[in-house]
């Protein structure tokens, strides 16, 4: 299963060699050939975009109730440039930051995002880290069985301006092999029973490690009604691989949230691209986040 898994978020690449056997068969004249090879090149871009007609907001929204920005950020473990990474969110104004493998203190990396940022809670073992403008209520750590307490779950609630949503912060082990994906089984099944207890405007922000093409993520999705923050169907990429060849694993999902605006943008010296969205909360003094 975990081949099958990882193997589905890099679809995309399987098929770009279809993209020159129309062109190929029309100068070898072949005209039936050609309309088939079209025909199977329409049906991949048709796999290849139906799961985000499904799992996606596409549609902006102009909320009435309070907004809230979102980023999250991969910095890349080895990454010698958090200084000028922290730069880059700054400037992209967030109210509520997850970062994933960020192995340092955010106060030794930039005293001026820890000024900013001062309500932080982090992994036992530094590697997810939520930065926020508003006070975190009832923070915790959720673990998973595997003793990698980099993986385990961030939880917190915020109040914005009187309204409060639960956060969760994740970075996905990638399913690279079948002791891999029991940790991102355990992942995933602690956070579907986490989001099962929660009613309320709801994000769950991070480092997927899968596209909406991986089966495991989008039975994630089906089944605790997440939806990928996004103004359109066609997301941007977040991960490189190969040169300019990039798949979408860094998400914000909500429930129960308008999407106001989103955007991708360059971190320094890492190997992804950061995701920044502005959200809107409920009009509503009945849309509190709470535990059943």
Do not use: C
Not at 112 to 125: K, M, N, Q
Not at 151 to 167: A, E, F, M, S, Y
Not at 194 to 213: E, I, R
């Amino acid at each position: 299963m975990w081949a099958i898994d990882g193997m589905a978020n890099f679809l995309p690449y399987a098929g770009l060699p279809l993209l020159l056997v129309p062109a190929a068969t029309l100068v070898m004249r072949h005209r039936v050939l050609a309309l088939a090879s079209a025909l199977l090149l329409v049906a991949w871009l048709a796999v290849l975009l139906a799961p985000n007609l499904f799992f996606t907001h596409a549609s902006a929204a102009a909320a009435t109730g309070p907004k809230l920005r979102v980023v999250t950020a991969n910095v890349l473990m080895s990454n010698d440039q958090l200084p000028a990474l922290a730069d880059d969110v700054l400037a992209q104004d967030p109210d509520v930051i997850v970062f994933e493998e960020l192995q340092h203190d955010v106060a030794t990396v930039s005293p001026r995002l820890a000024e900013a940022y001062p309500y932080r809670i982090s992994t036992s073992e530094p590697w997810v880290t939520i930065a926020s403008r508003f006070p975190l209520e009832d923070a915790q750590r959720l673990q998973i069985a595997s003793d990698d307490r980099g993986r385990d779950l961030l939880k917190t609630i915020i109040n914005v301006n009187g309204q409060r949503l639960t956060l969760i912060g994740v970075h996905f082990m990638p399913p690279l092999n079948g002791e891999a994906f029991e940790v991102n089984r355990q992942q995933r099944e602690l956070l579907e029973h986490t989001v099962d207890g929660v009613d309320g405007p709801l994000l769950v922000v991070g480092d997927f490690n899968a596209t909406t093409l991986s089966p495991t993520f989008a039975r994630l999705l089906l089944g605790t009604h997440l939806r990928i923050a996004s103004t359109g169907h066609l997301m941007k990429p977040t991960y490189f691989t190969y040169g300019r060849l990039g798949v979408r694993i860094d998400h914000v999902l909500t429930r129960r949230m308008d999407v106001v605006d989103d955007s991708v943008f360059s971190l320094t010296g890492s190997d992804h691209r950061g995701v920044s969205v502005e959200l809107g909360l409920p009009d509503s003094s009945n849309a509190v986040a709470r535990t059943r």
